[in-house]
Structures are given as structure tokens and as C-alpha cells.
């Protein structure tokens, strides 16, 4: 059972809009925490896509964007592409573990 | 450019145990931090720990402290991961990571925005 929770999958047409949930507690999103987000393509290494939030490192469209409230964050895409096709992670502290957490991934499909 | 390559797939027996390097290049190995996270077949990452490349500090996770052990060599900005007493559930993509904030010394949440390629490591008897 991962610390942070995400949906297992999620889908959706090339050109849509999907959103990935990361939900945690008030010992690591909710205590103000930052959450990142990682896509990680099939046989490779992640990636960093956001960091502190809401920001985009250099090169990684605008397309991807994300937002937390609360104890939970959010991984918005728009315009879905075939390439998007990837595995994608969340990660905050939590300060009662003492440590770097994980959400157990979500894996988006584009149909 | 800013790389982290790591060091090739280990095959080793239940017992036993594994020691992956990470080289790093393209930037001043002693201003970050480095991750290490590993990945099971089939299953999402886990944290194992960072170690301060400026003085050596190292944050472990509950989980594997007593078994893991975190060192860096600054002549060659190369870090290493000891993993000890491997078990079949150690089976895992091991992976180094480097903090996105320049820190010397402490350990602080950060996202990781460099990568090394991974290391497999098979515990298999």
C-alpha cells in the first residue's frame, strides 16, 4: 500500500484532456509538502514532468500541468497524444515516515 | 551534458551482497544530493535513501536501514549503493537520482531531476 494514492489507470482519445489524482494525508501533501510528478516510459528511467506543484521543468510542454489543494494534487493533460502513453508517478514527504514517498503509479492508456 | 550513468546488471544469491556505482558528469558532483530508488518488476518506486555528495550525510528509509549503506567518491563524482543481505524481494531495477536544488550537507524533500539508466539486480538462488 503506497503512502500516496493514485488510480491504477486511466484512458482516454487522442486530443482529449485527462487528470491523474494523487491523494495523501496530513502528514505529507496536507502539511504543505511539495508533489512532483514523473512519467517513466516503458524500459526506461522516469522523468521529471513537474516539480514544486505547478512548474514545468525546461522542454516539457504545456500540455502537462499540475495543482495541488489540500492533501491531494493533480496531473492535468491536454491534448492527448499516442506518445503520452507512459506510466506516471507522484512524490511528496511525509514527515511521520521520515521519508521520500511514492504514489503506486497510474497508467495511461490513449486509445 | 548532465549525465548519471550506473554501473551494469548483478546477478547474486540470496545472502549475499551488491554494491551499483553511479558516475556522474556534467556538473559539480559536490553541490547535490543523490537518490537512490528502486523499482520491482511489475510495481511502482520506492525510496531507499540519499546521501549528501558535499559531506557524506546520508538519509536512509526505516525500511532497509541496517542493510543499505551510501558512500560517495568525490575524485572520481561517483556514488555507491550497498544493499546487504539480499533476499528475492531485493530483485529490483535500482535507480540514482539527483536532487534538483544545489544542497550541501542537510537532507530536504526535493524532485529529482536527473536520472541515472538503472541497474538490474536479480537475487535468485
Known amino acids: 500500500q503506497s503512502v500516496l494514492t493514485q488510480p491504477p489507470s486511466v484512458s482516454g482519445a487522442p486530443g482529449q484532456r485527462v487528470t491523474i489524482s494523487c491523494t495523501g494525508s496530513s502528514s505529507n501533501i496536507g502539511a504543505g509538502y511539495d508533489v512532483h510528478w514523473y512519467q517513466q516510459l516503458p524500459g526506461t528511467a522516469p522523468k521529471l514532468l513537474i516539480y514544486g506543484n505547478s512548474n514545468r521543468p525546461s522542454g516539457v510542454p504545456d500540455r502537462f500541468s499540475g495543482s495541488k489543494s489540500g492533501t491531494s494534487a493533480s496531473l492535468a493533460i491536454t491534448g492527448l497524444q499516442a506518445e503520452d502513453e507512459a506510466d506516471y508517478y507522484c512524490q511528496s514527504y511525509d514527515s511521520s515516515l521520515g521519508s521520500v514517498v511514492f504514489g503506486g503509479g497510474t497508467k495511461l492508456t490513449v486509445l | 551534458q548532465v549525465q548519471l550513468v550506473q554501473s551494469g546488471a548483478e546477478v547474486k544469491k540470496p545472502g ?3 554494491k551499483v ?75 540514482c537520482a539527483r536532487d534538483r536544488n544545489r544542497r550541501f550537507g542537510g537532507f530536504g524533500p526535493d524532485a529529482f531531476d536527473i536520472w541515472g539508466q538503472g541497474t538490474m539486480v536479480t537475487v535468485s538462488s
Open chain 2, 21 to 95: 556505482s553511479c558516475k556522474a558528469s556534467g556538473y559539480t558532483f559536490t553541490s547535490y544530493g543523490i537518490s537512490w530508488v528502486r523499482q520491482a518488476p511489475g510495481q511502482g518506486l520506492e525510496w531507499m535513501g540519499w546521501i549528501s555528495a558535499y559531506n557524506g550525510n546520508t538519509n536512509y528509509a526505516q525500511k532497509l536501514q541496517g542493510r543499505v549503506t551510501m558512500t560517495t567518491d568525490t575524485s572520481t563524482s561517483t556514488a555507491y549503493m550497498e544493499l546487504r543481505s539480499l533476499r528475492s524481494d531485493d530483485t529490483a531495477v535500482y535507480y
Open chain 2, 16 to 18: 549475499a551482497s551488491v
